[in-house]
């Protein structure tokens, strides 16, 4: 066990923490109208202004937000590292493995949610044989795959064993309860225990300018994922300083983490 003082490589290794911004519900606007604006692909552009390390969108079943238009425009256009969240459907499969974003995290998908509900169980055998097989078609074409997870040792050693190269732990709970601490301290061990076994740590949903420094401080986490608050802000602040607002949060709260980590406890 390594307590106390930590070395440079330490504090190098656990600096970073990147932001990957969801365009999905500038998409909800235009489609609140049918109208062509606003456009998706200019928002993500704008996030890149911002600061943004990537740009996420969930192609859902229905439609109602991105569109197969949208992911390629993005895909051509931005130049950042692209993720598309999708449910375990053979169309859009077969539609992201022409596109080859950098990353694909699997979700579930219920018709007629608002958002996504939860992580995705992989717990039942059948369950892990149709998550590796999307696994397995997206890594052969370079793609890396990752599971949307809530917050259990257990989901991060099936997601190994299944040969998926992340997780995101569900960020959910703790955005309705931010000040419980168990919750976040469970996200914690869930990330350190992800990152030990090797796999890429990101985290995400309902996070927001004012909830999502605790998530960020903890120091496993490699990347975050967030949509709606930005979004949200965007309205009245423009899109490429709420993306920039949240990017230097998020910044902030590592820096903090890190500069405290004389005392912190890494494993
Ligand atoms: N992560 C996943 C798996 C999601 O489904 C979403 C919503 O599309 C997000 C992160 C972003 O959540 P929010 O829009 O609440 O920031």
Do not use: C
């Not at 601490?181 to 796999?199: Q, T």
């Not at 420094?213 to 903890?218: D, E, G, H």
């Amino acid at each position: 066990m390594k307590t106390g003082t930590q070395s440079k490589n330490d504090k190098e290794k656990y600096i970073e923490i990147r932001l990957s911004v969801n365009v999905d519900h500038v998409a909800s606007v235009r489609e609140a109208r049918k109208e062509k604006e606003p456009d998706p692909v200019h928002a993500a552009v704008l996030a890149k202004i911002g600061g943004a390390d990537g740009i996420t969108v969930h192609l859902r079943k229905d439609r109602r937000h991105i569109k197969e238009r949208d992911v390629k425009m993005i895909k051509e256009v931005v130049d950042l590292p692209l993720t598309v969240e999708m449910g375990l459907f053979e169309d859009i499969l077969d539609f992201v493995l022409e596109v080859k974003p950098e990353k694909v995290t699997l979700v579930p998908e219920r018709q007629g949610e608002v958002t996504t509900e939860g992580g995705i169980d992989l717990k039942p055998e059948n369950a892990q044989k149709e998550v590796e097989k999307f696994a397995k078609a997206l890594q052969e074409k370079g793609i890396k795959v990752g599971a949307f997870i809530d917050a259990d040792e257990k989901f991060t050693e099936i997601a190994k064993e299944i040969g998926l190269d992340f997780v995101e732990i569900n960020t959910t709970q703790y955005a309705k309860n931010p000040h419980n601490f168990n919750i976040v301290r469970k996200i914690e061990e869930v990330a350190k225990y992800a990152s030990e076994k090797g796999l890429e740590v990101m985290a995400g949903h309902a996070l927001s300018v004012t909830n999502v420094s605790k998530i960020a401080q903890i120091i496993y986490i490699e990347e975050l994922s967030i949509g709606f608050s930005i979004v949200a802000r965007a309205v009245f602040i423009g899109f490429e300083q709420a993306v920039r607002e949240m990017k230097d949060e998020i910044t902030k709260a590592r820096l903090l983490a890190i500069s405290s980590m004389g005392n912190f406890k890494i494993s």
